[in-house]
Protein backbone atom coordinates (compact mmCIF):
# COMPACT_ATOMS: atom_id res chain seq x y z
CA UNK A 1 0.00 0.00 0.00
CA UNK A 2 3.06 2.01 0.07
CA UNK A 3 3.98 5.05 -2.81
CA UNK A 4 7.35 3.85 -2.40
CA UNK A 5 9.65 1.85 -0.12
CA UNK A 6 13.02 1.60 0.90
CA UNK A 7 15.64 -1.35 0.49
CA UNK A 8 18.90 -1.16 1.78
CA UNK A 9 21.31 -3.32 -0.39
CA UNK A 10 20.50 -4.13 -4.25
CA UNK A 11 19.70 -7.71 -3.14
CA UNK A 12 17.12 -6.98 -1.05
CA UNK A 13 15.39 -4.91 -3.91
CA UNK A 14 15.55 -8.07 -5.80
CA UNK A 15 13.03 -10.21 -2.85
CA UNK A 16 10.46 -7.61 -4.05
CA UNK A 17 8.17 -9.18 -7.33
CA UNK A 18 8.20 -7.79 -10.33
CA UNK A 19 5.39 -5.65 -10.18
CA UNK A 20 6.20 -3.60 -7.53
CA UNK A 21 9.38 -2.94 -8.46
CA UNK A 22 9.23 0.59 -9.52
CA UNK A 23 8.25 1.18 -6.18
CA UNK A 24 11.46 0.19 -4.63
CA UNK A 25 14.64 3.08 -4.40
CA UNK A 26 17.28 1.28 -3.00
CA UNK A 27 19.28 3.69 -0.52
CA UNK A 28 22.32 1.92 1.24
CA UNK A 29 22.43 2.44 4.90
CA UNK A 30 25.19 4.86 6.39
CA UNK A 31 27.08 5.01 9.63
CA UNK A 32 27.67 7.97 11.52
CA UNK A 33 30.91 8.12 13.53
CA UNK A 34 31.79 6.05 16.45
CA UNK A 35 32.99 7.25 19.81
CA UNK A 36 35.39 4.33 19.82
CA UNK A 37 36.83 3.03 22.92
CA UNK A 38 40.51 3.11 23.61
CA UNK A 39 42.05 -0.69 22.79
CA UNK A 40 43.03 -1.03 26.31
CA UNK A 41 39.96 0.17 27.78
CA UNK A 42 37.59 -2.37 25.18
CA UNK A 43 39.65 -4.95 25.97
CA UNK A 44 39.32 -4.40 30.14
CA UNK A 45 35.84 -3.88 29.41
CA UNK A 46 35.46 -7.70 27.64
CA UNK A 47 37.88 -8.86 30.72
CA UNK A 48 35.42 -7.49 32.87
CA UNK A 49 31.85 -9.41 31.17
CA UNK A 50 33.96 -12.57 30.34
CA UNK A 51 35.28 -15.02 32.54
CA UNK A 52 38.62 -16.35 31.71
CA UNK A 53 39.15 -13.90 29.32
CA UNK A 54 41.99 -11.70 31.40
CA UNK A 55 43.90 -14.81 31.72
CA UNK A 56 43.97 -15.83 27.61
CA UNK A 57 45.12 -11.81 27.09
CA UNK A 58 48.59 -11.89 26.67
CA UNK A 59 51.02 -9.78 24.48
CA UNK A 60 50.76 -12.16 21.15
CA UNK A 61 46.80 -13.16 21.32
CA UNK A 62 45.02 -12.61 18.31
CA UNK A 63 41.40 -11.16 19.05
CA UNK A 64 38.40 -12.03 16.84
CA UNK A 65 35.04 -10.29 17.35
CA UNK A 66 31.07 -11.10 16.27
CA UNK A 67 28.81 -9.02 17.07
CA UNK A 68 25.54 -10.25 16.02
CA UNK A 69 22.44 -11.68 17.96
CA UNK A 70 22.34 -15.61 19.45
CA UNK A 71 20.32 -16.48 16.52
CA UNK A 72 20.31 -19.29 13.93
CA UNK A 73 20.40 -16.94 10.77
CA UNK A 74 23.63 -15.33 12.31
CA UNK A 75 25.62 -18.98 11.59
CA UNK A 76 27.64 -19.00 15.34
CA UNK A 77 28.05 -22.64 15.60
CA UNK A 78 30.01 -22.56 12.17
CA UNK A 79 32.23 -19.91 13.40
CA UNK A 80 32.59 -21.61 16.96
CA UNK A 81 33.91 -24.92 14.50
CA UNK A 82 36.27 -22.78 12.27
CA UNK A 83 38.19 -21.44 15.35
CA UNK A 84 38.65 -24.97 16.97
CA UNK A 85 40.16 -25.57 13.43
CA UNK A 86 42.32 -22.96 13.53
CA UNK A 87 43.28 -23.26 17.30
CA UNK A 88 45.30 -26.39 16.47
CA UNK A 89 47.49 -24.30 14.03
CA UNK A 90 47.23 -20.79 15.91
CA UNK A 91 46.77 -21.75 19.72
CA UNK A 92 46.91 -17.59 20.78
CA UNK A 93 43.77 -16.96 19.69
CA UNK A 94 40.28 -15.58 21.71
CA UNK A 95 37.11 -15.37 19.77
CA UNK A 96 34.40 -12.84 21.52
CA UNK A 97 31.10 -12.89 20.52
CA UNK A 98 29.09 -9.98 21.95
CA UNK A 99 25.33 -10.32 22.10
CA UNK A 100 22.20 -12.58 23.61
CA UNK A 101 19.84 -14.47 21.97
CA UNK A 102 17.80 -17.62 22.05
CA UNK A 103 20.85 -19.81 21.22
CA UNK A 104 23.15 -18.81 24.16
CA UNK A 105 22.71 -22.30 25.81
CA UNK A 106 23.06 -24.09 22.76
CA UNK A 107 26.10 -22.18 22.03
CA UNK A 108 27.92 -22.72 25.39
CA UNK A 109 27.28 -26.65 25.19
CA UNK A 110 29.19 -26.28 21.96
CA UNK A 111 31.74 -24.61 23.46
CA UNK A 112 32.37 -26.69 25.98
CA UNK A 113 31.73 -29.91 23.80
CA UNK A 114 34.92 -28.98 21.92
CA UNK A 115 36.66 -27.77 24.89
CA UNK A 116 37.00 -24.20 24.03
CA UNK A 117 36.13 -22.36 27.35
CA UNK A 118 39.09 -20.33 27.64
CA UNK A 119 39.27 -19.24 23.40
CA UNK A 120 35.43 -18.52 22.93
CA UNK A 121 33.59 -16.29 24.95
CA UNK A 122 29.60 -15.00 25.06
CA UNK A 123 29.90 -11.56 26.66
CA UNK A 124 26.27 -11.30 26.87
CA UNK A 125 24.84 -8.33 25.46
CA UNK A 126 26.14 -5.21 25.78
CA UNK A 127 25.32 -1.67 25.65
CA UNK A 128 26.93 0.27 22.41
CA UNK A 129 28.62 -2.44 21.22
CA UNK A 130 30.42 -1.19 18.51
CA UNK A 131 32.23 1.05 20.28
CA UNK A 132 34.17 -2.17 21.87
CA UNK A 133 35.60 -3.33 18.59
CA UNK A 134 38.46 -1.50 18.97
CA UNK A 135 39.36 -5.00 21.22
CA UNK A 136 39.45 -6.83 17.96
CA UNK A 137 42.46 -7.50 15.38
CA UNK A 138 39.83 -8.99 12.94
CA UNK A 139 36.31 -9.09 12.59
CA UNK A 140 34.13 -12.02 11.84
CA UNK A 141 30.43 -11.85 10.61
CA UNK A 142 29.36 -15.71 9.90
CA UNK A 143 25.85 -15.02 9.01
CA UNK A 144 23.70 -17.30 6.55
CA UNK A 145 21.30 -14.24 5.52
CA UNK A 146 22.07 -10.51 5.81
CA UNK A 147 19.90 -7.71 4.41
CA UNK A 148 22.97 -5.40 4.38
CA UNK A 149 24.86 -6.07 7.10
CA UNK A 150 24.75 -2.85 9.23
CA UNK A 151 27.52 -4.54 11.97
CA UNK A 152 30.50 -4.61 8.74
CA UNK A 153 30.28 -0.48 8.38
CA UNK A 154 30.84 -0.46 12.13
CA UNK A 155 33.76 -2.50 11.84
CA UNK A 156 35.19 -0.60 8.98
CA UNK A 157 35.41 2.09 11.01
CA UNK A 158 37.27 0.53 13.34
CA UNK A 159 39.83 -0.53 10.97
CA UNK A 160 39.18 -4.16 11.27
CA UNK A 161 40.03 -6.49 8.72
CA UNK A 162 36.63 -8.25 7.97
CA UNK A 163 35.56 -12.05 7.30
CA UNK A 164 32.22 -12.34 6.04
CA UNK A 165 29.62 -14.92 4.14
CA UNK A 166 29.25 -14.42 0.82
CA UNK A 167 25.43 -13.85 1.54
CA UNK A 168 22.41 -11.14 1.05
CA UNK A 169 23.70 -7.49 0.47
CA UNK A 170 26.99 -8.68 2.49
CA UNK A 171 29.13 -8.68 -1.10
CA UNK A 172 27.98 -4.90 -1.71
CA UNK A 173 29.73 -4.10 1.24
CA UNK A 174 32.84 -6.27 1.06
CA UNK A 175 34.38 -6.86 -2.30
CA UNK A 176 36.31 -10.01 -1.60
CA UNK A 177 40.09 -10.09 -1.78
CA UNK A 178 40.42 -6.23 -2.28
CA UNK A 179 38.14 -5.23 1.42
CA UNK A 180 37.82 -8.02 3.06
CA UNK A 181 37.57 -12.21 2.22
CA UNK A 182 33.94 -13.44 1.54
CA UNK A 183 33.29 -17.11 2.35
CA UNK A 184 30.76 -19.26 1.62
CA UNK A 185 27.65 -19.88 4.35
CA UNK A 186 28.34 -23.03 6.78
CA UNK A 187 32.01 -23.34 5.97
CA UNK A 188 33.75 -23.33 8.93
CA UNK A 189 36.74 -24.65 6.95
CA UNK A 190 37.14 -21.45 4.80
CA UNK A 191 36.33 -19.79 7.93
CA UNK A 192 39.24 -20.49 9.39
CA UNK A 193 42.01 -20.51 6.61
CA UNK A 194 40.56 -17.02 6.10
CA UNK A 195 41.41 -15.51 9.66
CA UNK A 196 44.71 -17.99 8.92
CA UNK A 197 45.36 -15.52 6.16
CA UNK A 198 44.91 -12.52 7.98
CA UNK A 199 46.77 -13.67 10.92
CA UNK A 200 49.86 -14.61 8.76
CA UNK A 201 49.93 -11.57 6.37
CA UNK A 202 49.53 -8.09 8.22
CA UNK A 203 50.40 -6.48 4.95
CA UNK A 204 47.01 -7.94 3.24
CA UNK A 205 45.43 -6.76 6.75
CA UNK A 206 46.37 -3.25 5.99
CA UNK A 207 45.46 -3.14 2.18
CA UNK A 208 42.00 -5.09 2.80
CA UNK A 209 41.04 -2.34 6.08
CA UNK A 210 42.27 1.28 3.55
CA UNK A 211 40.05 -0.48 0.59
CA UNK A 212 36.81 -0.33 3.26
CA UNK A 213 38.03 3.08 4.45
CA UNK A 214 37.90 4.65 1.50
CA UNK A 215 34.20 2.57 0.13
CA UNK A 216 33.01 3.57 3.47
CA UNK A 217 33.70 7.07 2.89
CA UNK A 218 32.71 6.78 -0.97
CA UNK A 219 28.97 4.30 -0.87
CA UNK A 220 27.87 4.21 3.06
CA UNK A 221 28.05 7.72 4.58
CA UNK A 222 25.71 8.98 6.67
CA UNK A 223 25.08 12.85 5.45
CA UNK A 224 24.69 10.89 1.74
CA UNK A 225 21.87 8.43 3.11
CA UNK A 226 20.35 11.10 4.83
CA UNK A 227 20.06 13.12 1.47
CA UNK A 228 18.98 10.51 -0.49
CA UNK A 229 15.78 9.55 2.18
CA UNK A 230 14.91 13.26 1.88
CA UNK A 231 14.97 13.25 -1.42
CA UNK A 232 12.73 10.48 -1.97
CA UNK A 233 10.21 12.30 0.81
CA UNK A 234 9.95 15.20 -1.07
CA UNK A 235 11.46 15.33 -4.50
CA UNK A 236 12.26 18.73 -6.09
CA UNK A 237 9.76 19.74 -8.85
Request: net charge neutral; with cysteine.
Amino acid sequence: FSDRSIAVSDTLATFVPRLLQKKIAVIKNGVRPIDFKSREDARAFLEGKCAGLSARNTADTFWIGTIAELHPIKGLPHAIEAINILRKSHPNICYVIMSGGEMQEALEAQIRSLKLEGTVFLSGFVTDAAEYLTAFDAFLLPSLSEGLGYVLLEAGLAHLPIVATNVGGIPEVIKDGESGILVPPKSPEKIADALKRYMENPKICHAHVAKQAESMERHFSFNAMVEKTIALYFPKG
